[in-house]
Structure formats: C-alpha cells, structure tokens
Nanobody, 124 residues
Framework: QVQLVESGGGLVQGGGSLRVSCVASGRTFSSLNMGWFRQAPGKERDFVAAIWWSDSTFYADSVKGRFTISRDNAKNTVYLQMNSLKPEDTAVYYC??????????????????WGQGTQVTVSS
C-alpha cells in the first residue's frame, strides 16, 4: 500500500508560479512511477505530467514548456513546478503512483494510488 500526500497548492495570479509536492510512503519510492493529474469542476481528470522510475518525463501538450516534474528519491517526494500559470490551469491537482512499468501513463486508470488533491487557483 502507498500513501500519497500533496501540498503546496494555493491562489496565484496569472503569469505566476507555484510548486506542488507529493510525499509518498509505504513502498520503495524509487521503484514507483509517479504522475500528476488535475480536475476542474465538472470536467474529467486530466493527465498533466509523469515521471518514471528511470527519470523519464512526460507532459501534456497544454503544460509543456511551462511545467516541470521532478522527483527526489531521498525525500520520497515528487514535485510539479508550474510557471507562467494561466486561469485555465485552475483545478484540483492530484498525485498518483503506480508500480507497473507498463501501460499508458496518460490514463488515470493505470495508477493504483492517489493523493487527496490540492487546489490550485489562478486568477486573471
């Protein structure tokens, strides 16, 4: 079993930056593949970014060049640095984890474990 706890959300002006973090426990973190998803009110949960155990990274087109995902295995933590934020980035951001190394990293169904989410609000 893996427990995930997100932090770092908040309110920021458009064009600003924010970093959200996710601390994992319960399993060897370095073997986990980690993802960030977001869900706006009334919308589906969308893929944002993922970082694999090998440090390979993947991004949604909508955030490429603005967001950076990284991990610190010594701290059991994955980060999402968000720059040049836009109002359309407003959502609850969820951290997710999966042990399997196979599957579509963009699909929420791949991930076994989820955090409780952290709200990110970008004002115009």
């Amino acid at each position: 079993q893996v427990q995930l706890v997100e932090s770092g959300g908040g309110l920021v002006q458009g064009g600003g930056s924010l970093r959200v973090s996710c601390v994992a426990s319960g399993r060897t973190f370095s073997s986990l593949n980690m993802g960030w998803f977001r869900q706006a009110p009334g919308k589906e949960r969308d893929f944002v970014a993922a970082i694999w155990w090998s440090d390979s990274t993947f991004y949604a087109d909508s955030v490429k060049g603005r967001f950076t995902i990284s991990r610190d295995n010594a701290k059991n933590t994955v980060y999402l640095q968000m720059n040049s934020l836009k109002p359309e980035d407003t959502a609850v951001y969820y951290c997710a984890a999966v042990a399997s190394h196979f599957g579509d990293y963009r699909s929420p169904r791949l991930y076994n474990y989820w955090g409780q989410g952290t709200q990110v609000t970008v004002s115009s």
